[in-house]
């Protein structure tokens, strides 16, 4: 299927447990975003990429780690994770250009829960 | 430092009503003015976006007024819809740089 998925679509781990979420785009977008969303706070930048093996933090980068090998997937990993990481996880991702005026196409959410 | 602010951070709106959702932005080199919608279970998706060469702009009932002077821009939803509750972002960016900013959301219901 064209677009951008998520996987899983909810998690529920346990506190010190490395955790994955991955993303897939089928469009061969250069730039691709991972962003939390938390009531009271919007939705928050962790980490970017403008192209495989090319990456950069966010807002809240802390306690994640990410890569892009492949232009078409971005894993967000959280290596540790804590109760403040319980969040709903978006990717999203773009064309690139020199203008940027781009759309961001966002992925459905994974919805991940430390316990 | 939140540099898009968003008001309000709710809003109920009878249908046939007009929603108006504010922004105001800080960073003058700011060039790209998007709003989001979500609903809920989803992720956001692009409504409609501004330039600030503009002082408005509309989509069917969707327009985005825009004053650079002020820092702020809106958007307004004429006869609201009870299709249109979800949630709704504003954004800014600029220049070349990827990133955008957005607002912490406004949770809009319009009943019916």
């Known amino acids: 299927d064209a677009g951008i998925t998520q996987s899983p679509r909810y998690k529920i781990t346990e506190t010190g447990r490395q955790v994955t979420l991955m993303c897939h785009q089928t469009w061969s977008h250069s730039y691709m975003f991972w962003y939390r969303q938390d009531l009271g706070h919007g939705l928050r930048l962790i980490y970017y990429?403008?192209?495989?093996?090319?990456?950069d933090k966010g807002e809240v980068p802390d306690g994640y780690v990410v890569s892009r090998s492949k232009t078409e997937n971005f894993p967000l990993t959280l290596e540790s994770a804590t109760r403040s990481q319980t969040s709903v996880y978006f990717c999203?991702?773009?064309?690139?250009?020199?203008?940027?005026?781009?759309?961001?196409?966002f992925g459905p959410g994974t919805r991940l829960t430390v316990l | 430092q939140q540099q898009v602010k968003q008001s309000p951070q709710s809003l109920i709106v009878q249908k046939g009503g007009i929603s108006i959702i504010n922004c105001a932005y800080e960073?003058?080199?700011?060039?790209?003015f998007p709003w989001y919608q979500q609903f809920p279970g989803k992720g956001p998706a692009l409504l409609i976006a501004i330039r600030p060469d503009v002082s408005e702009k509309k989509e069917g009932r969707f327009t985005i007024s825009f004053n650079k002077s002020a820092k702020q821009f809106s958007l307004h939803i004429m006869d609201s819809q009870p299709g249109d509750s979800a949630t709704y972002f504003c954004?800014?960016?600029?220049?070349?740089?990827?990133?955008?900013?957005f607002g912490k959301g406004t949770m809009l219901l319009v009943s019916p």
């Open positions: 990429s403008a192209a495989a093996d090319i990456t």
């Open positions: 954004a800014a960016k600029y220049g070349g740089y990827s990133t955008l900013t």
């Open positions: 960073n003058t080199a700011f060039d790209y």
């Open positions: 999203a991702s773009s064309e690139t250009g020199v203008s940027s005026y781009n759309e961001q196409f």
